[in-house]
T-cell receptor, first 112, second 116 residues
Framework: DAKTTQPNSMESNEEEPVHLPCNHS???????IHWYRQLPSQGPEYVIH???SNVNNRMASLAIAEDRKSSTLILHRATLRDAAVYYC?????????????FGKGTKLSVKP | DSGVTQTPKHLITATGQRVTLRCSPR?????VYWYQQSLDQGLQFLIQ???????AKGNILERFSAQQFPDLHSELNLSSLELGDSALYFC???????????????FGNGTRLTVT
């Protein structure tokens, strides 16, 4: 499986935008980029996914580099509730493995 | 609320014992996944069931086993417990047998197992 690299931790101020980077230089053409986050004392939750084009949903935006070797999860206005560990995961749709492989993720702290 | 229910929330037991963790997937989801999360290992995939059949296996110990029942709920059985088995155990479900854009994983809030 292609691997991802994320910073161990990041800090943000409340109500400011946050850009969480992810490098995936060995991504294949059929790998989708998924983001999950895990709030304290909870299970991971799906945030967003994309293949080539930038994507927006009610939770966040995903900006994907033209060469697809990196991507950035954008939280437009961080709230205290966004403090969590954010995981960037590559997923091969229809592959024989149906599971997600989680790395260490980025621990986001949000200051009031 | 993800719709995935795990019981119990906490479990404390002694070494050598056996426990059963239970998971009810989201309504309509056919796949159930089990993950283990410990401080030093992070989230590790254990096993996946799809519509009652084992679909994929990860780093699951021989002392651990799982099954998915006809009503699609799943149980993870952990036996001959060791101190190192203390961890959070998460169950997740999805609508299909593989991850796809319209079938992400939905996780429960986990069972915290403490082995003393």
């Amino acid at each position: 499986d292609a691997k991802t690299t994320q910073p161990n931790s990041m800090e943000s101020n409340e109500e400011e935008p946050v850009h969480l980077p992810c490098n995936h230089s060995t991504i294949s053409g059929t790998d989708y980029i998924h983001w999950y986050r895990q709030l304290p004392s909870q299970g991971p939750e799906y945030v967003i996914h994309g293949l080539t084009s930038n994507v927006n949903n009610r939770m966040a935006s995903l900006a994907i580099a033209e060469d697809r070797k990196s991507s950035t999860l954008i939280l437009h206005r961080a709230t205290l509730r966004d403090a969590a560990v954010y995981y960037c995961i590559l997923v091969l749709y229809g592959g024989s493995q149906g599971n997600l492989i989680f790395g260490k993720g980025t621990k986001l702290s949000v200051k009031p | 609320d993800s719709g995935v229910t795990q019981t119990p929330k906490h479990l404390i037991t002694a070494t050598g014992q056996r426990v059963t963790l239970r998971c009810s997937p989201r309504s309509g989801d056919l796949s159930v996944y089990w993950y283990q999360q410990s401080l030093d290992q992070g989230l590790q995939f254990l096993i996946q069931y799809y519509n009652g059949e084992e679909r994929a296996k990860g780093n699951i110990l021989e002392r651990f086993s799982a099954q998915q029942f006809p009503d699609l709920h799943s149980e993870l059985n952990l036996s001959s417990l060791e101190l190192g088995d203390s961890a959070l155990y998460f169950c997740a479900s999805s609508g299909t047998g593989v991850i796809s854009y319209n079938s992400p994983l939905h996780f429960g809030n986990g069972t915290r197992l403490t082995v003393t």
